[in-house]
């Protein structure tokens, strides 16, 4: 890696290769996290979004490549890539039996604190996750979305200075997921990187400075959420049509022009830049006769959409 790059850039990846007996997770991956950002990654199942970010947290290694955490090669230099790190996976690591206070106070033990700067780490934490009036209660009467702020809570009892989320909101309810992504925001603004893994468009959509989509082991596509979005089209007009046969004589004629198509609903999207003047010349030259087309809608595109475009989902 270029020295230069430790000041911009908290993690950094360069050729990293991973396989598992004839099965080729990763192949050559190339990545750039900007300091105190929201980095996302995203792939369909199987993709290397967990196998990267092992790798990354320094519990697997790679067969070949380059990886750089915080300033530190996470082989070379692997006990100062994990006291620089917090990992949180998919599922909270933490003793049910005991009270969210004491699990933090252990953590915090076991990373070095005196009992008091213990003490006093814990409940600075609970404050901060809102957990104060639950942190005496025992974990096994917590909600999954208590369960996972105090999971993130106790990766944060040393500071870290790169936090990895690993699709920390599966299985929370919406209103436990948007607490979630309010809690993400609050670490980037404290100046921690957050390198996150998720199947939830919509989560990356809203908190990602930076988004790559991951698909066979390799990086298809990366940018902000509206640099990839308008690389599928910044505006789709879908049209749905009276019947299958015109259904299928316009997916004919449009050929590569349709971005979406859903026949079980008879609709086709092309591509439009939203103005009046564009859609009214569009149904024009689709529909010169106004009796193939049943009625329109105007589609702004989603990450959903560049995630089933580059990932052929």
Known sequence: MHPAAEADWAIETRGLSKAYGSVHVLAGLDLRVRRGSVFALLGPNGAGKTTTVRILATLTRADAGQAVVAGHDVTAARSRVRRAISLTGQYAALDEEQTGEENLRMMARLRGHSRSAARNRATELLERFALTEAGRRRVSTYSGGMRRRLDIAAGLVTDPQVVFLDEPTTGLDPRSRR???????????????????????????????????????????????????????????????????????????????????????????????????????????????????????????????????????
């Open 179 to 313: 607490t979630m992504w309010e809690t993400i925001g609050s670490l980037t603004r404290a100046g921690v990187t957050v390198f996150l893994t998720t199947q939830y468009l919509e989560e990356a959509d809203r908190l990602a400075d930076h988004v790559a989509v991951l698909d066979g082991g390799r990086v298809r596509a990366e940018g902000t959420p509206e640099e990839l979005k308008k690389t599928v089209a910044a505006q789709r007009l879908d049209l749905t049509m009276t019947g299958r046969s015109a259904y299928a004589e316009l997916a004919g004629q449009l050929g590569e022009r349709a971005l979406h198509r859903a026949p079980e609903e008879l609709v086709l999207g092309v591509a439009t830049d939203g103005s009046a003047a564009h859609v009214r010349t569009l149904l024009d030259e689709l529909d010169p006769t106004r009796a193939q087309v049943a009625h329109f809608s105007l589609h702004s595109a989603t990450l959903d959409d560049v995630f089933l475009e580059l990932t052929h989902e």
